[in-house]
C-alpha cells in the first residue's frame, strides 16, 4: 500500500483538488481520505474532456471510477449542501457517488442555525470582516468545544428523535447567542439570517432535505475505513484550505477553525493502520495567493490580470488577491508540518506570461513590527516564530506585524528550471511534481522522484 498526504503550505487554493486526481487517476483508483475542513472546501478539478467540479465535501478523486471518500471525524460536514453536490456530479458523470462515499459517526455537523449565526457574525463585523465562508464551520466546531455532549454528529442523523430534540436545543442557545448582534438594525441581510430562527418551518425544511442520509447509509464506524484502506492499494488523504490558516498556527484572528497541517492524518493512520507510513506533499502555487481579508506581504497588482480562477470573489470572503512567492511564510508552513518528502508547485503555466519571476526571501522590520516581537529593527527577518501555545493577544500583534513588513525580493528569469531551482533553495526541499494547467495531463512527475 502506498500512502499520501497533500498539505496546502500557504492560504489554501493551491491546487489540492488538481493532485487528488492526479493521484488517483495515476495511481489507478485506491481511498481518499478528507482529514480536516469541511463545507467550505472549494478543490476544482477539471477532466481530460473538460468536465468541471469545485469539490466541496467529496474528495476530489469521484471522477475516477472505483475511487472511495471517506470524510473523517475531523472533517465539519454540511448534510444537504453534501446531497446537493452528489447529486450534481452523478449528472456530470460520476458514477455512483453515493456508494463510494462514507461519512465518520462522529463527523460534526453543521445545521441552519450555524450557518445563519456565522453569517450574522460576520455581517455585525462590517469593516472587520475576518473573511469567513459564511458556512458555519466555525460556529460549528466552537459549539462542540464549548459543549462537547451536545454537538451534533453524523450519528445524530441515523436516530431521529435525539436529531430533532438536538436541532430544538441549538436553535434555542444560537438564538439568545446572536440576538443581541441584530438589536436596532434594519440591515436586510441580517434580517433573511435571523429569520432561520424564527420561522418555525426551517427546522422541519432542513430535516426533510437530509433525509436521505440516513436511507443511503451513508454514516458509518471508522472500521469501514479501516476496511478500505487495508483493500485499497493505495490511500490518499486530501487536505483543506491552508497551514497558514491553521487554527492554532495561523494569523490571528483570520484562522480557520480546524488543524490544517497533517496531524489528524498521522492521528487517523496511527490508529487504524499502526506502522504504515506516508509520503507528505506540500502543495504550493509558484506565487501566493489568498482569498479573504489577512496579511498578505508580498501582494502586487501587477499578477491579477495575468491569472484565471476558478474561485472567484464571493459576497462573504471577498476577492481574491496575489503576490510574488513569499519563501519566509512557506518556510513557516514547512516548519508547522515538520518538514515534507517533497513539493508540488502548481500554476507553472503562469511563468510563460512574465517577464521576471521575483520572490521575497526576508523581510525588512518596520520599528512597530521589532515592537511586536519579530526582531530587531533594522534586521533581516527570514523566519517567523512558531505561534502555537501564544496567547491570541500575541497572536494578533504578530498578525499585526505582519501587515506592516517590507519583502525583499530577488527576481530571475521567468524559465521553469531556474524557477524551481530557486524554490528549492529557498525551501531547502525537492520538488517532486510540477502542474502547468488545470488538469491531471498537466501534472508531471519530475525525473528524480516517483510515486509508489
Known amino acids: 500500500m502506498s500512502v499520501y498526504f497533500l498539505v496546502d503550505l500557504g492560504f489554501g487554493d493551491a491546487g489540492k483538488g488538481l493532485l487528488t486526481d492526479f493521484l488517483a487517476r495515476r495511481l489507478g483508483g485506491g481511498v481518499v481520505v ?21 469539490f466541496s465535501q467529496f474528495g476530489a478523486g469521484m471522477f475516477v471510477a472505483g475511487v472511495r471518500t471517506y470524510l473523517s471525524r475531523y472533517v465539519v460536514i454540511h448534510p444537504a449542501a453534501l446531497l446537493v453536490e452528489g447529486d450534481l456530479l452523478q449528472q456530470k458523470g460520476a458514477p455512483d457517488v453515493y456508494s463510494r462515499l462514507r461519512i465518520s459517526e462522529q463527523a460534526l455537523v453543521i445545521t441552519p442555525f450555524h450557518q445563519a449565526a456565522n453569517r450574522i457574525r460576520e455581517i ?26 451536545t454537538a451534533l454528529r453524523a450519528a445524530d442523523l441515523t436516530r431521529s428523535s435525539a436529531l430533532r430534540h438536538k ?33 418555525d418551518e426551517a427546522l422541519e425544511n432542513w430535516l426533510v432535505s437530509i433525509e436521505r442520509i440516513k436511507r443511503l447509509e451513508l454514516v458509518t464506524s471508522d472500521d469501514v475505513l479501516k476496511q478500505w484502506m487495508e483493500a485499497a492499494g493505495h490511500v490518499i488523504f486530501e487536505g483543506a484550505q491552508g497551514v497558514l490558516l491553521d487554527a492554532e498556527a495561523g494569523f490571528h484572528p483570520y484562522t480557520t477553525w480546524s488543524n490544517c497541517a497533517t496531524d489528524n492524518a498521522e492521528a487517523i493512520l496511527r490508529a487504524l493502520l499502526p506502522g504504515a507510513t506516508a509520503c507528505c506533499i506540500g502543495v504550493l502555487r509558484c506565487y501566493a495567493v489568498r482569498h479573504g ?5 508580498t501582494q502586487t497588482e501587477a499578477l491579477r490580470l495575468l491569472i484565471s480562477e476558478h474561485n472567484q470573489s464571493n459576497p462573504w470572503q471577498g476577492a481574491v488577491r496575489y503576490g510574488w512567492f513569499d519563501a519566509v511564510l ?27 519571476w521575483r520572490y521575497c526571501r526576508a523581510y525588512a522590520l518596520a520599528s512597530d513590527a521589532a515592537a511586536n516581537g519579530l526582531a530587531q529593527a533594522g534586521r533581516w527577518l527570514t523566519r517567523l516564530p512558531d505561534q502555537r501555545g501564544l496567547s491570541l493577544v500575541e497572536r494578533t500583534r504578530l498578525t499585526e506585524s505582519l501587515g506592516s513588513v517590507q519583502p525583499a525580493l530577488d527576481s530571475v528569469s521567468p524559465q521553469e528550471e531556474t524557477v524551481l531551482s530557486a524554490i528549492e533553495t529557498a525551501l531547502d526541499a525537492p520538488v517532486g511534481m510540477v502542474s502547468r494547467g488545470p488538469r491531471a495531463i498537466d501534472v508531471q512527475m519530475r525525473a528524480h522522484l516517483s510515486l509508489g
Open 124 to 149: 455585525a463585523r462590517g469593516a472587520a470582516r475576518h473573511g469567513s465562508c459564511g458556512v458555519g464551520v466555525g460556529e460549528t466546531v466552537e459549539d462542540a468545544l464549548a459543549s462537547p455532549e
Open 330 to 356: 512557506t518556510r513557516y508552513a514547512l516548519q508547522i508540518t515538520g518538514g515534507v518528502d517533497w513539493l508540488a508547485v502548481t500554476h507553472l503555466d503562469l511563468l510563460s506570461r512574465l517577464d521576471e
Open 167 to 199: 436541532l430544538r436545543e441549538i436553535r434555542a442557545r444560537k438564538y439568545e447567542c446572536i440576538r443581541p448582534l441584530c438589536a436596532g438594525k434594519s440591515d436586510p441581510l441580517l434580517a433573511r439570517e435571523l429569520e432561520v430562527f424564527t420561522c
Open 34 to 54: 478528507r482529514y480536516n475542513g469541511g463545507a467550505q472546501a472549494g478543490h476544482n478539478v477539471v477532466t481530460p474532456e473538460g468536465r468541471h467540479h469545485t
Open 293 to 297: 481579508p489577512g496579511p498578505l506581504p
